[in-house]
Each structure stands twice: as C-alpha cells, then as structure tokens.
C-alpha cells in the first residue's frame, strides 16, 4: 500500500538546523510531488512548499523562504526538508504529503507521512 | 495573498447533517479539496476535485463549489465523524497552495 513514513522527533537549540526525512512506498515516486505541512501546537495547517520529484522544481512559502530546502532522492525513495536558523516558534508537528498531479498542475495531498514533532528550545 | 474562511465550529446532532464552508475569491477556477484531521493523527484526504470522494471514504461526504462559497457536507453524522476539517486550494497566480482556517465539528 502506498505509504509516506517519516524520522523520528527533534529536538534542537534556537538557530541550530533540521532535517526530516520522509521515506515514500508502493507507488511510483517520480510520478508524483511532495509537499510539507506543518501544524505549531493547538493551530492549523500550514504549507511550507512542494518538490516536483520528476524535475527537482520547488516552491516555497513566503513565511520560510530562504530559511527551508526541499530535496529528495530517487534511489532511496526519500524527501527532505531542511529548516534553518530555528526559532522558537517554528515548534511544530512536520508532515509530507504526497502529491497528486493533475495535467502538470499540483492538486491533492494523499496521503500524508504520520508527522516528525520538531521542539525549538534553549 | 489568497486567504479561505471556515466558520471556527460547527455542531450537529447524531445522525444529522453537518454542512462546513469554505469562503475564497474565484473560486469557480479553483478545484477545492477537503481533509479530516482527528486528534493526534495526520491529515485524512475526505474530497477531492471539489466532489470527488477518495476510495474507503464512505458516501456520507460530499462537496461542492458555487460562486464563492465550497461545501463539505456530511450525512447522517456519528460521534467517528468528530474532527478538525481543512480545506484546500493551489493558487496558480501565486503558485502557492493555501489551507482553510479548519472547522471543528463537534457531535451533541
């Protein structure tokens, strides 16, 4: 079955880095984007930017550009994304997402990894 | 930038209907998708395309998109139907996808 399973919970000291990992099966991972979602404790849901796995190609949320990096490796079958100069406020729940792509255009999330919880604090 | 509204809550009797909307601006070029999130658990894809409902979601969710205004509806609705529900869109002007301000649907 198709599944997206990613690392495991983060803690980290403000302006230190992170990386998640988001590890994709039973579908084909070239054919389709990923994108990553975070969720702060008690808000809603927040999109950080898509990777087109076919090309590379990336967009990214105005709120984290310049601070996030999206990649993902064909051979493993895996996404990343990397935060930087972390804050206090970039305490989250991580999630990616697979995403479903629709004559070139990016559309619906299905399904999404089971979530990395990244804690900021000194 | 290009903002969705949901109304905060909505609350509704077992066995009734539950209607959650979603607000944006030309939102007839848009297609819209629908996601449930029960607590502690990721995001669960409900509709998608506006009206079209993934495998395993069962008949009771549906949606629609008129004018402004996209509509989950859930029929005859039981406690298992108690979560946060988000909408979303892709902006193509901005190339950016944009999440709803979530429901909470609350059964008395």
């Known amino acids: 079955q198709v599944q997206l399973v990613q690392s495991g919970a983060e803690v980290k000291k403000p302006g230190a880095s992170v990386k998640v990992s988001c590890k994709a099966s039973g579908y084909t991972f070239s054919t389709y984007g990923i994108s990553w979602v975070r969720q702060a404790p008690g808000q809603g849901l927040d999109w950080m930017g898509y990777?087109?796995?076919?090309?590379?190609?990336?967009k990214y949320a105005q709120k984290v550009q310049g601070r996030v990096s999206m990649s993902t490796d064909t051979s493993t079958n895996t996404a990343y994304m990397e935060l930087r100069s972390l804050r206090s406020d970039d305490t989250a729940v991580y999630y990616c997402a697979r995403v479903r792509m629709v004559r070139g255009v990016p559309n619906w999330f299905d399904p999404w990894g089971q979530g990395t919880l990244v804690t900021v604090s000194s | 930038s290009y903002v969705l509204t949901q109304p905060p809550s909505v609350s509704v009797a077992p066995g009734q209907t539950a209607r959650i909307t979603c607000g944006g601006d030309n939102f007839g070029s848009k297609s819209v998708h629908w996601y449930q999130q029960k607590p502690g658990q990721a995001p669960l894809l409900v509709v998608y395309d506006d009206s079209d409902r993934p495998s395993g979601i069962p008949e009771r969710f549906s949606g629609s998109n008129s004018g402004n205004t996209a509509t989950l509806t859930i029929s005859r609705v039981g406690a298992g139907d108690e979560a946060d529900y988000y909408c979303q869109v892709w902006d193509g002007n901005s190339e950016h996808y944009v999440f709803g301000t979530g429901t909470k649907v609350t059964v008395l």
């Open positions: 990777i087109s796995v076919y090309n590379g190609n990336t």
